[in-house]
């Protein structure tokens, strides 16, 4: 290098970055009260734009909202009886999450309510978690369910918070696909009109084996279920294939759900009114009705939090969250890609909005919510235009739970599970699902075949477990893979060394080359170690040896690199320069950093000389620590295998340390010339 320079030490690199994370720290200290104030205020978003409310937002979000307030009626009707727990906690749970979350989000299209999903898992985890021994209830499943949602919420705002969400993505998707699949078959009894088949403590092949011995008792359930799912596929297949040249198929596509839900219930009106009622006052029907509903809210009431309830609550509502956190991510990123604010998502706001909604809602009888994909399609083709319309949709709510209580008596169950079957079908694993898994990549196909079985023939939260381990598996064991793919560049010095002669036995550039090792992930402690050992193999295997011979006496017992060397039937090319890349390097370990030093030293004494050291694409916070290791002085070992003599000296400035791209690294590699010995690994074989 031409110019030198004194560069300062690991040890008083970080110091330095101590004092500027220190001198950071106070001055955030003298602002902490504006910061506190500001950090509460973003958390409403609704702040930003509100502002610039106008009249055209205005029809959008109410024709929107309204669409949405047909859907989720019925929808929340159903989703709670797929809970365990009465239809009309499935309306408190919607209130609550569109409510709120007008306020908190960062996504329009999104609607947060009951979904199949977790409706399905709040259903299994009151079948384990809250059962004696005699398969009886401990505490009241609404109680029950009412502290779930409490903790589910905690966990998402702590996780929202410290910004932990990476931990939901250890979830695949097949579990979710599980869930859904499994929630649809849970559906199928009540829409057939069939009694007494478990469908939360045993496993799914189970329920599928109960529906086909069961099938003879089949009543008019079945006409009105399976009617109504024609119906609603219909309306869907007309929306798809005429909605564009005629809009009347695309408005009663949207709002199917809507239709044949009123359809129904005035045809189950007069049906009942006609068949008159029993000395019970019951309607004398041959098909289930919802019943009863109480009129309005109920009353705020504190959840039960005594360590009995908790004790049993913790666990599985920490599945709970993380599910919950999965399913409303997707649906928001999905929605953001196709509408152009996905760069406006912010995950960790939309985790604490959740949080929110939970924790709140479970003073307000409701139990775990998350964002609804059907409800958030029909909500977005509808033409939203901003979170506000959540406010309208919950009106609808309201003006149900106040003012149709009555009308809801006659709803009859299987319609009810027919919308659910029908809304969540598409949802359901199809067959060019695992061809995708297949073609994509063999681990993932494994890990959906696994998970997804394990959810639909054990049960839900095994088959999380089961997802979550394979998942971590897979992420140690990536993590821990040789991170580095290596190239030769052919290197053509043009200029040599003071004193180089022939006598000096120069290679030509036509056996020196240029070793490219670009690092395909982040240098820590899981793949450190591997990392560097595949890196000083390939050199054994494809360089020249090119280190001061010396007898085995003289070695530290496992260096073996001459004797390797002298096996050798083949002439390898010599080092000329090493780049590293480290544009994929986005974290840099202590170990990483102990294991770079040792791979220098190693490639030190395999070429009996310091080698010359390059970087490409390094992060700015990683080159004190790369100055720092090309500052480290060698070990006396190493020492010992540099020909010729050796003095410690630093290395140059960062314009001839680090570049920007490969190509400006490999062009600055072919200006500096190297002199290489005679090679002889002679006295390698004393012992």
């Known amino acids: 290098?031409?110019?030198?320079?004194?560069?300062?030490?690991?040890?008083?690199?970080?110091?330095?970055?101590?004092?500027?994370?220190?001198?950071?720290?106070?001055?955030?200290?003298?602002?902490?009260?504006?910061?506190?104030?500001?950090?509460?205020?973003?958390?409403?978003?609704?702040?930003?734009?509100?502002?610039?409310?106008?009249?055209?937002?205005?029809?959008?979000?109410?024709?929107?909202?309204?669409?949405?307030?047909?859907?989720?009626?019925p929808q929340a009707l159903g989703q709670a009886k797929i809970a365990t727990l009465p239809p009309e906690y499935g309306l408190y749970t919607a209130f609550v999450g569109l409510f709120i979350y007008a306020f908190l989000a960062t996504a329009k299209d999104l609607t947060i309510g009951p979904t199949a999903v977790l409706s399905l898992l709040t259903s299994q985890i009151l079948a384990s978690a809250n059962k004696d021994a005699s398969g009886k209830n401990i505490f009241a499943p609404t109680e029950f369910a009412l502290t779930l949602a409490f903790v589910t919420g905690i966990?998402?705002?702590?996780?929202?918070?410290?910004?932990?969400?990476?931990?939901?993505?250890?979830?695949?998707?097949?579990?979710?696909?599980?869930?859904?699949?499994?929630?649809?078959?849970?559906?199928?009894?009540?829409?057939?009109?069939?009694?007494?088949?478990?469908?939360?403590?045993?496993?799914?092949?189970?329920?599928?084996?109960?529906?086909?011995?069961?099938?003879?008792?089949?009543?008019?359930?079945?006409?009105?279920?399976?009617?109504?799912?024609?119906?609603?596929?219909?309306?869907?297949?007309?929306?798809?294939?005429?909605?564009k040249r005629f809009p009347v198929f695309y408005w009663t596509g949207l709002a199917r759900n809507g239709i044949i839900f009123v359809i129904y219930l005035v045809v189950s009106i007069i049906v009942a009114t006609v068949?008159?009622?029993?000395?019970?006052?019951?309607?004398?029907?041959?098909?289930?009705?919802?019943?009863?509903?109480?009129?309005?809210?109920?009353?705020?009431?504190?959840?039960?939090?005594?360590?009995?309830?908790?004790?049993?609550?913790?666990?599985?509502?920490?599945?709970?969250?993380?599910?919950?956190?999965?399913?409303?991510?997707?649906?928001?990123?999905?929605?953001?890609?196709?509408?152009?604010?996905?760069?406006?998502?912010?995950?960790?706001?939309?985790?604490?909005?959740?949080?929110?909604?939970?924790?709140?809602?479970?003073?307000?009888?409701?139990?775990?919510s998350t964002g609804s994909f059907s409800r958030s399609a029909v909500k977005a083709a509808s033409g939203v235009r901003t979170p506000l319309a959540g406010l309208f949709t919950a009106s609808i709510v309201i003006i149900a739970l106040y003012g149709l209580t009555g009308v809801f008596y006659f709803i009859p169950n299987a319609l009810l599970s027919a919308i659910i079957i029908a809304s969540i079908s598409d949802m359901v694993s199809r067959f060019d699902t695992f061809v995708h898994f297949w073609s994509v990549s063999l681990i993932d196909f494994v890990i959906f075949i696994t998970s997804f079985a394990v959810t639909l023939f054990v049960n839900v939260e095994i088959g999380i477990y089961t997802g979550i381990i394979f998942s971590i598996l897979v992420t140690v064991i990536q993590t821990a893979s040789p991170g580095a793919k290596i190239s030769l560049v052919e290197a053509k010095p043009t200029e040599f060394s003071e004193g180089a002669s022939e006598e000096k036995n120069l290679v030509s550039a036509s056996t020196s080359v240029i070793v490219v090792v670009r690092l395909t992930q982040s240098l820590i402690y899981g793949n450190a170690?591997?990392?560097?050992?595949?890196?000083?193999?390939?050199?054994?295997?494809?360089?020249?040896?090119?280190?001061?011979?010396?007898?085995?006496?003289?070695?530290?017992?496992?260096?073996n690199a001459q004797e390797v060397a002298a096996?050798?039937?083949?002439?390898?090319?010599?080092?000329?320069?090493?780049?590293?890349?480290?544009?994929?390097?986005?974290?840099?370990?202590?170990?990483?950093?102990?294991?770079?030093?040792?791979?220098?030293?190693?490639?030190?004494?395999?070429?009996?000389?310091?080698?010359?050291?390059?970087?490409?694409?390094?992060?700015?916070?990683?080159?004190?620590?790369?100055?720092?290791?090309?500052?480290?002085?060698?070990?006396?070992?190493?020492i010992a295998g540099i020909k010729g003599d050796y003095t410690f000296e630093t290395h140059g400035t960062e314009e001839e340390l680090f570049f920007d791209d490969l190509q400006s690294a490999i062009d600055k590699s072919k200006t500096i010339a190297i002199i290489h010995e005679p090679v002889s690994t002679k006295g390698g074989e004393d012992a």
């Not at 734009?49 to 859907?71: E, H, K, M, P, S």
């Not at 019970?280 to 509903?293: A, C, E, I, Q």
């Not at 770079?596 to 700015?620: A, N």
């Open 275 to 368: 068949a008159g009622n029993d000395s019970k006052g019951v309607p004398k029907v041959d098909y289930s009705l919802v019943g009863t509903l109480p009129v309005g809210l109920k009353p705020p009431t504190i959840p039960r939090l005594e360590a009995a309830v908790l004790d049993r609550v913790w666990i599985p509502a920490a599945t709970a969250a993380l599910i919950s956190i999965v399913e409303h991510m997707g649906i928001v990123r999905s929605f953001g890609r196709k509408f152009g604010y996905a760069n406006n998502i912010e995950p960790s706001q939309e985790i604490i909005a959740q949080g929110i909604t939970n924790f709140l809602g479970s003073f307000f009888s409701a139990y775990p």
């Open 1 to 73: 290098m031409s110019k030198f320079f004194k560069i300062p030490s690991a040890e008083a690199a970080d110091s330095t970055e101590f004092r500027e994370l220190t001198q950071k720290a106070k001055e955030s200290s003298k602002n902490w009260k504006s910061n506190v104030v500001g950090y509460f205020l973003s958390l409403f978003p609704i702040i930003t734009w509100i502002r610039r409310y106008n009249l055209q937002w205005f029809i959008g979000d109410l024709i929107a909202g309204f669409t949405v307030g047909c859907l989720v009626l």
């Open 155 to 243: 966990y998402q705002l702590v996780i929202g918070i410290f910004r932990i969400g990476f931990l939901a993505d250890l979830i695949p998707n097949s579990v979710i696909s599980g869930f859904t699949s499994g929630a649809v078959i849970t559906c199928i009894p009540s829409l057939l009109g069939l009694k007494g088949i478990d469908t939360n403590t045993q496993p799914v092949y189970f329920v599928v084996r109960d529906i086909a011995v069961n099938l003879p008792k089949t009543k008019v359930d079945a006409a009105i279920g399976l009617t109504a799912v024609v119906a609603l596929y219909t309306l869907s297949f007309l929306k798809d294939r005429l909605g």
């Open 529 to 559: 170690r591997r990392t560097t050992t595949s890196i000083i193999e390939y050199f054994r295997e494809n360089i020249q040896f090119e280190g001061k011979p010396r007898p085995a006496s003289d070695r530290i017992w496992c260096d």
């Open 567 to 638: 096996r050798q039937t083949h002439v390898s090319p010599v080092a000329h320069t090493i780049i590293f890349d480290f544009a994929a390097v986005t974290h840099f370990d202590s170990d990483g950093y102990d294991s770079v030093i040792e791979v220098r030293g190693d490639i030190t004494k395999y070429i009996g000389r310091v080698p010359v050291f390059l970087f490409v694409g390094v992060h700015p916070e990683q080159k004190r620590l790369l100055k720092a290791i090309l500052n480290t002085p060698f070990s006396e070992d190493v």
